[in-house]
């Protein structure tokens, strides 16, 4: 079991986000590797690409790369094949396909996807909207939003706010408890724009236990004791049959499914391609 | 001029965002392109996977996939293949040659990058700790931080913080002002886990102008004010060489370079890659 790390280069003359998704993606279905990611990012110089290119050699990597710079390319695709490294050139297939079909010719301008545009500066605006009208903070934010979610406490409403942010949709979210009061700015909002979150009693029960004993409480108290959640639970179902708005049980979901889910259900899957 | 728009079909058995990811690098290459997306995630079943093979074939797309199950991916290529329709198979390279190096089968769970384990918990909390500790809330926050970040108005503090959380991080940020109170938790704090943030007075100028036009108010205030804004760098510049951090002005930089070079600088890449 003494094997040697496998090594995954990723290099590019942009962040480099593509190649780190995929190789995330592909390394979490190996329960225990021993894999070592060397991150070659903002590539601007050939002497640089050498560098990264002798280094992925000399560790006998994989190459993940995704650059838009011709010469680059070049320079990569070559140095591999002649070295016989096991090298995925990202980004060439696609853009050759699309000016293929469309006959123009890509700009060629390294990290255009993060460019200093308005749909850029949409995003960021998102993510401030985000966090401004977060936990019901200000009712005045339900009116401005794209979407605002509703949900008993510990149903993932902020982690899941900030995702659907990055993806520039404003969103606000309001915890539910069955004392407190439902700001009337609530009824103003269209209900296909409204998400009603949810979760089992059982697995609310063991996370806000867990939650007690993290603050150093008694893990026994009203805030995990399942007849309340019970009550909880209901007070928000029965909220949300009289909104008649989407609900999303997020027992089983990480946040980027039920983000998914979101946008299917409510119709907004374009925004999520335009950050 | 009256082209048919491209159709790019995104096909996964989980949420699909390294496909997606990689057809908006791509995309961004071009000004103007007529392209149309069409999301097929979540796909669990054959029947499901083969209506979306028709419907791209009937629409004449562009085909990125990211499966991990044999079967799935085994029927699309052989689709594709058939119908002679442009197809990249994300996953499969990678995923064999990591099996093959490691003499490990992967183990073919969908989703498995959004598996809800520790990782992925601790993410949320990371997302949470952001919110709590944005905007200097909580100056305690600063000695739980894996990174503080510093910087006056409109050095994009609050949206750094986040896309770092989604990276693992825990990030506690605090708007400079001259007038304003230093906390002297901030002198508890490793300086190689403080960031420095700047800018160039004349965006500042331009951004914040816009900023109170945006609130229906005269441009004109200290806020805008070009010796003002001299001065906050200035007390920044200052607050920085005092406590010796590193320093970054994000004027050229979008929010995924500059989190790229905080992780580079402050030596914390591993954490970006196991979220």
Redesign the interface.
């Known amino acids: 079991m003494s094997?040697k790390s496998?090594y995954i280069y990723i290099i590019s003359d942009?962040?480099?986000?593509?190649a780190?998704?995929?190789?995330?993606?592909?390394?979490?279905?190996?329960?225990?590797?021993d894999i070592t990611?060397i991150?070659k990012?903002?590539v601007s110089e050939t002497a640089e690409l050498m560098e990264a290119l002798e280094g992925a050699l000399a560790d006998e990597a994989?190459i993940?790369h995704?650059m838009?710079s011709k010469e680059f390319i070049q320079v990569a695709n070559a140095f591999c094949a002649e070295h016989d490294i096991?090298c995925?050139d990202?980004?060439s297939?696609?853009?050759n396909?699309?000016s293929k079909?469309?006959t123009?010719e890509?700009?060629?301008?390294a990290?255009?996807?993060?460019?200093?545009n308005q749909d850029?500066f949409n995003?960021?605006s998102a993510?401030?909207f985000?966090?401004k009208y977060?936990d019901g903070k200000d009712p005045k934010g339900f009116l401005e939003a794209d979407i605002v979610l509703l949900g008993v406490s510990r149903t993932?409403k902020?982690?899941l706010s900030?995702?659907l942010?990055?993806k520039n949709l404003k969103v606000a979210n309001l915890p539910l408890m069955p004392q407190a009061h439902i700001p009337s700015q609530l009824w103003d909002v269209d209900p296909k724009k409204i998400v009603g979150l949810t979760n089992n009693p059982d697995i609310l029960n063991k996370i806000r236990q867990e939650r007690m004993r993290a603050y150093g409480l008694n893990p026994d108290t009203a805030y995990s004791n399942i007849d309340c959640i019970n009550e909880e639970l209901k007070f928000a179902a029965d909220l949300y049959k009289k909104i008649g708005c989407v609900v999303i049980n997020v027992a089983?979901l990480?946040?980027?499914?039920t983000?998914?889910i979101i946008i299917?259900e409510l119709d907004l899957?374009?925004f999520?391609?335009?950050?």
């Open positions: 094997k496998i942009s962040a480099g986000e593509t780190s998704k995929l190789a995330q993606a592909s390394v979490a279905q190996y329960e225990e590797l990611f991150r990012t903002f994989i993940i995704t838009i096991f995925m990202l980004l297939p696609l853009v396909e699309i079909r469309s123009i890509p700009n060629r301008i990290g255009a996807v993060h460019s200093l850029y995003r960021i993510m401030e985000a966090v977060d993932s902020t982690p900030l995702f942010a990055n089983d990480s946040i980027e499914e983000a998914s299917d899957q374009d999520s391609f335009f950050g």
